[in-house]
């Protein structure tokens, strides 16, 4: 095996090397998508994040304009204060409205921007003052079981007399328990 | 001679746990001493480099074939294995970043390190192995050239840099195996595959953490490999007692180092 055979093969190993990791993190990382220009942060105060973590996508009508940059917990108001990096093209009014949403049922969350109607941009630094909260599935469904069991109480009183007329209530319930939660 | 005292068989016991133990230790140090003087004596491995050059071709480039092919089994029985666990939640998306974290995080760095000992590690202890038993080692002391330096420190830096570079192929070439079964086989859709392996997998915490795993597994195996044939006892037996324990003793370091570096970088 001569010295130029031996370059070469090893110059198509490193070559391989880097093609590889050129691949992983440009399909397979998200160093592409993690990037972007200039930025402004602003930060946000929300009671519950649910899992929301950093580098999660800001997204306003569904379109990707900034990232989560840290998530921190506020001792004094008991709050998650979000720090969210917003890219420099895009301008939100003073009273823009935050909200965390879930991509579909099970996926990933993300903060949602929804611009309101003030006439003065959100700057490097400023607070969004208008949040909501993530929605906590359990929380949700122990709700929904809460008003339903207070509308078939209702539902008993009114027609007390009847007792037949109780049955369709009690098979509602039953139904609740097999729901597929 | 009457009869085996009690208290002598278990001070003969006592005494071969310590030597063993000594043994043990002695090889650790002598082994830390062989890594400590090839660093010092490296400066020729990179002034020649074409020496280094020719260690690589054989250890790298000539593992290429397996590492390759074995990746791509790997993340096709990932994906296979992983669908028929996902489809049940109703997520066969994720398979894709089941796929690529499973390869990246662990298997990449972790198998390309298994199969390098088996493929590059034996054939640098038997050959420094053969060489010391054929003398040749003494030989070039004899014309004042350090063995450490000529020959130690080359192959020592050439596993240290075709090691990543073969842990990311790995990982690459898995994750198109996966992808093959993926998609055109099972049928998931191609963007889904792609954006949620995008939004999960980190090019900081998961990708370069891999390189790092890998990185350290190089030096941990070529050094295994490096020492035990030099240590070996310069017999044909020796010599193949000597291969044994280097794919013995690289495959228990590299999943040990692998489970403390996990650890490690888990707090990070």
């Keep these: 095996m001569d010295r130029t055979k031996i370059d070469l093969w090893v110059g198509v190993f490193v070559a391989l090397g880097v093609v590889a990791l050129l691949g992983l993190a440009m399909k397979v990382g998200n160093l592409t998508s993690g990037k972007i220009g200039e930025t402004y942060s602003v930060t946000a105060a929300f009671e519950n994040v649910g899992s929301l973590k950093p580098h999660a996508p800001v997204k306003s009508a569904g379109v990707a304009v900034g990232r989560v940059d840290s998530i921190a917990f506020n001792s004094k108001t008991y709050e998650a204060v979000v720090t969210i990096k917003i890219d420099k093209r895009y301008s939100f009014p003073k009273d823009t409205f935050a909200n965390i949403y879930t991509a579909g049922l099970l996926g990933e969350q993300y903060v949602g921007l929804e611009a309101g109607g003030d006439e003065e941009a959100l700057k490097n630094g400023d607070k969004i003052a208008k949040t909501q909260d993530a929605v906590v599935l359990e929380k949700m469904i122990s709700q929904f079981l809460f008003s339903k069991a207070s509308e078939t109480d209702k539902d008993v009183k009114s027609s007390s007399q009847n007792t037949s007329e109780v049955k369709p209530a009690e098979t509602k319930s039953t139904e609740l328990g097999d729901a597929p939660f | ?268």
């Design chain 2, 1 to 268: 001679m009457t009869k085996s005292n009690p208290l002598v068989s278990i001070i003969k016991t006592l005494q071969g746990i310590g030597h063993r133990m000594v043994e043990r230790i002695w090889r650790l140090g002598a082994g830390a001493r062989l890594f400590f003087l090839t660093i010092v004596y490296s400066g020729e491995s990179f002034k020649r480099f074409h020496l280094t050059m020719r260690e690589i071709y054989s250890t790298g480039v000539m593992s290429l074939l397996i590492i390759i092919v074995s990746a791509f089994f790997v993340g096709m029985v990932l994906a296979l294995q992983g669908y028929n666990t996902l489809q049940k939640y109703g997520s066969s998306e994720a398979i894709g970043v089941l796929v690529s974290l499973s390869l990246v995080r662990e298997l990449g760095p972790v198998v390309t390190a298994l199969l390098f000992a088996g493929r590059a590690g034996t054939a640098i202890t038997a050959e420094i192995g053969l060489m010391k038993t054929t003398e040749q080692l003494s030989a070039m002391e004899m014309m004042a050239v350090n063995p450490i330096a000529r020959v130690v420190a080359p192959r020592f830096w050439a596993g240290v840099i075709s090691m990543p570079i073969l842990a990311t192929l790995f990982s690459m070439v898995g994750i198109l195996g996966g992808y093959i079964v993926a998609v055109p086989l099972i049928g998931v859709d191609e963007g889904a595959f792609w954006s949620q392996m995008q939004a999960n997998v980190d090019f900081q915490s998961d990708i370069v953490n891999g390189i790092i795993k890998s990185l350290v597994f190089g030096v941990a195996c070529t050094m295994i490999a490096l020492f035990e044939g030099f240590d070996a006892p310069p017999t044909a037996e020796g010599v193949s007692r000597a291969t044994t324990r280097t794919v013995v003793i690289s495959s228990l370091t590299v999943l040990g180092f692998d489970f403390v570096l996990t650890s490690f970088m888990m707090v990070i």
